[in-house]
């Protein structure tokens, strides 16, 4: 199947300086770059030999430093289908190659508050422009600003090779800094985020050393949804930029269950809530301002979800 894919594609490889259009290339050769059009010929392309993916290269290519590049490159940034966000049974399905712009912009529920402020945060305008959602969860820099709210929307992420299909929840994606579950031959094709919680309330904060174009000292995703009677009857927390990977406290979670939002949270929110982080010393940091600087935003963000559902009310 991947092999007549690539046959019946005519795909373009500019090698060099020099463009033909090859049928049946394998991507042995250094140097070799193919811009598909569809999803199956990315991954027949993908199938042949070993390349790196190419989306809107907002991180691959500040990934090369000085140097120049030398694998084969599929570039997946004209395959469509991967675009855009709907509903999708039980799931809403958000396109691998969605950029954050169009995150910004989608018709999406109140739950999703979180995700597009974070969509706001990612470097600027251009840059929002260009990244996609499957560039920043597959980069898994631990300072990510979409990965804590996709953690707490409880997010899957869909993985395609010309051979199978495959789902994982993002927080088994991401095992590391800068590691993922992603096979070579795979292409994170969709975010699914499962529905149930579209009138929750959410927000997220990101701290930084100045206002814009930032990489976070801390972030927390929270989404919180109240009952008739004022209380807490779902709460999800995910902190990033103070662990090797984004962490949901389901401690405190379990604790903010049947809480009096007129009582405030100050005294609900404990040290020992946040001892899944581990926060490293750094340039922006140190890791105890860390610690200090996620407790602070845990609280603010669930006092902001609570205001607006205040408001909403
Ligand atoms: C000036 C600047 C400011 C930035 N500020 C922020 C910020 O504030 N917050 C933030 O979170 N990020 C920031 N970024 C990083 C970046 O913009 C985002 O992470 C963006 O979402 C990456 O998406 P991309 O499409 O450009 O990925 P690419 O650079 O194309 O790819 C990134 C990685 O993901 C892989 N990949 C891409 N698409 C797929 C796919 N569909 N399947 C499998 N693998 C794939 C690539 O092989 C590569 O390893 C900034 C970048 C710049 C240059």
């Known amino acids: ?106 018709p999406l529920p109140r739950c999703f508050d979180t995700l597009k402020s974070a969509a706001r945060e990612v470097g600027s305008v251009q840059i929002q422009n260009r990244g996609t959602v499957a560039g920043n969860l597959c980069n898994a820099s631990p300072a990510a600003d979409g990965v804590p709210p996709l953690v707490a929307l409880d997010a899957e992420v869909e993985l395609a090779s010309a051979s199978s299909m495959r789902r994982m929840k993002l927080e088994n994606f991401i095992v590391g800094n800068r590691k993922t579950e992603r096979r070579a031959d795979e292409i994170l094709t969709a975010v699914l985020v499962p529905r149930g919680l579209d009138d929750a309330m959410s927000a997220f904060l990101k701290l930084g050393a100045r206002r814009y174009l930032v990489i976070s000292i801390a972030m927390v995703a929270a989404i919180v949804a109240v009952d008739g009677d004022g209380r807490i009857s779902v709460a999800r927390i995910a902190v990033g930029s103070c662990a090797a990977v984004a962490r949901r406290l389901r401690t405190l979670e379990g604790a903010l269950i049947g809480a009096d939002v007129r009582e405030g949270f100050d005294q609900l929110v404990k040290s020992e809530h946040l001892s899944l982080l581990s926060p490293i010393n750094d340039v922006r940091a140190t890791a105890e301002y860390r610690m200090d600087a996620a407790r602070t935003l845990v609280q603010r963000a669930l006092k902001a979800c609570v205001s607006s559902s205040q408001m909403a009310a």
């Not at 250094?30 to 070993?50: D, F, K, N, W």
């Not at 990934?63 to 490159?73: F, K, P, T, W, Y």
């Open 1 to 106: 199947m991947a092999d007549s894919a690539v046959q019946m594609a005519a795909i373009s490889i500019q090698k060099g300086h020099r463009t033909c259009a090859i049928r049946g290339h394998t991507l042995s050769t250094t140097g070799v770059y193919i811009r598909p059009r569809t999803l199956r010929e990315a991954l027949a392309a993908l199938s042949a030999g070993e390349a790196r993916i190419l989306s809107g290269g907002t991180d691959f290519y500040p990934s090369l430093g000085e140097r120049v590049v030398e694998d084969a490159v599929v570039d997946v940034s004209g395959v469509a289908e991967l675009r855009g966000v709907g509903v999708d049974g039980e799931f809403f399905r958000i396109g691998g190659l969605t950029r954050w712009s169009e995150i910004i912009r989608a």
